[in-house]
């Protein structure tokens, strides 16, 4: 029969976690950036009765996607940095 202290569950030291509390805020603040780029994507659309020329802004098509891409990006980086030894 298996002993008491085989079956004893060990925590894991800080040190050992593979993320840091870094990494978490920057995945939050990349988070957040890409959800303010798809909030600048939205706006109304164009009907068969009726043409919206707002389809073709520059804050739709360009600065939305960008500030995305750019979230995208940073999310990447905060995943892939090494996390502090003190966290």
Not at 9 to 15: D, K, Q, T, V, W
Not at 34 to 40: A, E, M, R, T
């Amino acid at each position: 029969m298996a002993s008491n202290k085989e079956n004893r569950i060990e925590r894991e030291n800080a040190s050992q976690f593979p993320l840091g509390k870094r990494n978490f805020l920057l995945m939050g603040a990349s988070a957040l950036l890409i959800v303010l780029g798809f909030l600048l994507m939205l706006g109304g659309s164009s009907t068969e009765a009726q043409f919206n020329p707002d389809i073709f802004s520059a804050r739709r098509i360009v600065v939305g996607p960008t500030i995305t891409f750019i979230g995208f990006i940073a999310l990447g980086v905060s995943i892939i940095l090494r996390p502090d030894k003190k966290d």
